[in-house]
């Protein structure tokens, strides 16, 4: 029999998916044929699935944690905001629409079915479903018609462990102030709480753990202490994505575009020991540096807009004077074209306006959305890599004449006659350990033996043990219930 429970928090950064991911990894460890679940996300940083749609992120890594593959069904409702056309809501892998906010109620009822149906397939082959909510049941003013926290818990009759985040600071009025505005039905279903995100002594915040469980009559699970090497897990928001600053190491400037998508190639970067990676936030220059890499986008018109109202065209104009290579991804593939052209208006006005002419080639968007996986190999290093592609629009020029990628047995991507500019569509290839270090390499980086890979399962198995020493993960599994 599959037995699920739901971990919601206080409110949205509490640590939910990084708590899920660890549980997930601990009972996977235990025997137990583990699947996470997010019935709603918002996110620009999708994963492609063995199945062929999108999901967040998130939710990736955690079936990472499970050792399985990333399927649909673990995140049916994806909601990606978009530039002037409101939000895109991926539906069980597949763009369904593009909604404004004040629409979105309306379809909830449908999306509460598919996120029903998706649970209902997924614990065909499963032991355990930890589900993630998000953001906080507390907002109570959402609540009607919700299907990312109470709302689903209580049409999947699902009991609620309930996570405060110790670090931002009143806790035991975060957890007890969600007590207090819950409605009984929504309240009771609140079985346990922790606190997550400690510093320092954690058995300094027993009369804390007391005065919560007091308060509100919910079981203590305990007190997570910070847990540094979440960081080095792949983000799912750009703002945790942090710079490193390694002194003599090859360093790579990425601008931080506002609607940055896919962005989990940075993740790799930052975690290789041979690489210096400075997010640039706007407003600030680019820095002289040995590769600019401009991230994906999920309204390439409007970041390219904003791209040149920061100045960093003059500063990648001076980069590429100076001999540094440039690095497009997706989005930053299609800014780095001569024209970009949106005849159909998907991301606001029908229009086209000029790229920064730094690639021979010519970007059409269209409504045709490529969403795959892809195994591609590079000749300028004899290394395969793996990736996958989520964009919009095909890009046409000479310059793809120098693609420097092959994609199933076809040239893929461009560069320029120097071979110092390029772009392509694929996304995640630098979790590849092989082509990541000779691509460096051949730029100028000192080669190391990093894996990203294997980093990221040790830390997995790490935070499952860091759970199972800090919380009573025997009483978590016992408050489990049959679905």
């Known amino acids: 029999m599959t037995r699920a429970i739901m971990i919601q928090g206080t409110g949205s950064n509490v640590g939910k998916s990084v708590l899920v991911a660890g549980l997930c990894r601990h009972f996977a460890n235990a025997g137990l044929r583990v699947r996470p679940f997010k019935p709603q996300n918002m996110s620009n940083n999708a994963a492609v699935t063995a199945d062929g749609g999108e999901i967040g992120r998130a939710q990736a890594l955690q079936a990472q944690a499970c050792r399985v593959d990333a399927r649909t069904d673990m995140n049916p409702v994806l909601l990606k905001p978009e530039g002037e056309t409101g939000s895109q809501v991926v539906v069980q892998g597949t763009r369904w629409a593009t909604v404004r906010a004040r629409d979105y109620a309306a379809m909830k009822p449908r999306l509460l079915a598919a996120c029903l149906e998706s649970f209902r397939r997924l614990r065909e082959d499963a032991d355990l479903i930890v589900v993630e909510g998000a953001g906080s049941p507390a907002e109570i003013n959402l609540r009607a018609g919700d299907i990312a926290n109470m709302g689903f818990a209580e049409a999947a009759a699902l009991p609620v462990i309930l996570a405060g985040d110790i670090d931002r600071g009143g806790v035991i009025a975060q957890l007890v102030g969600t007590h207090a505005v ?4 929504d309240r009771s279903r609140i079985a346990a709480f922790l606190v997550n995100k400690f510093r320092g002594d954690v058995s300094l915040f027993a009369e804390g753990e007391h005065a919560i469980a007091d308060r509100t009559g919910w079981h203590a699970l305990g007190t ?36 940055i998508a896919n962005f989990d190639d940075l993740d790799p970067l930052s975690a290789d020991p041979a690489v210096s990676v400075d997010v640039v936030a706007p407003d600030s220059p680019l820095p002289v540096c040995d590769l600019v890499l401009i991230p994906g986008s999920k309204a390439t018109i409007a970041d390219l807009a904003a791209f040149r109202r920061n100045g960093w065209d003059v500063d990648l104009a001076a980069h590429v004077r100076r001999g540094g290579a440039v690095l497009g991804l997706c989005g930053g593939y299609q800014m780095l074209g001569r024209t970009i052209s949106d005849p159909e208006g998907l991301e606001g ?76 569509y694929l996304h995640g290839l630098f979790a590849s350990d092989a082509f990541r270090q000779a691509f460096l390499a051949g730029l100028g980086a000192a080669p190391t033996a990093f894996s990203h890979a294997a980093s990221v399962d040790t830390t997995l198995d790490e935070l499952g043990e860091h759970l199972a020493d800090c919380l009573d993960l025997d009483l978590l599994y016992g408050l489990t219930a049959p679905v």
């Open 182 to 185: 819950l409605p009984e039905g």
């Open 224 to 259: 997570v202490p910070w847990f540094q090497r979440a960081a080095t897990l792949p983000a799912e928001d750009i703002l945790d994505i942090r710079s490193t600053h390694r002194v003599g190491a090859f360093r790579i400037a990425v601008p931080r575009l506002d609607r």
């Open 349 to 424: 006005p029908p229009q086209t306006v000029a790229g920064l002419g730094l690639l021979d080639v010519h970007t059409r968007m269209s409504a045709n959305k490529s969403v795959r996986r892809m195994v591609a190999r590079h000749p300028g290093t004899g290394t395969d890599l793996q990736g996958y592609e989520i964009h919009l629009g095909r890009t046409e020029g000479p310059d793809t004449a120098h693609g420097w990628l092959i994609q199933e047995d076809v040239v893929a991507g461009a560069a320029s006659g120097t071979g110092r500019i390029m772009g392509c």
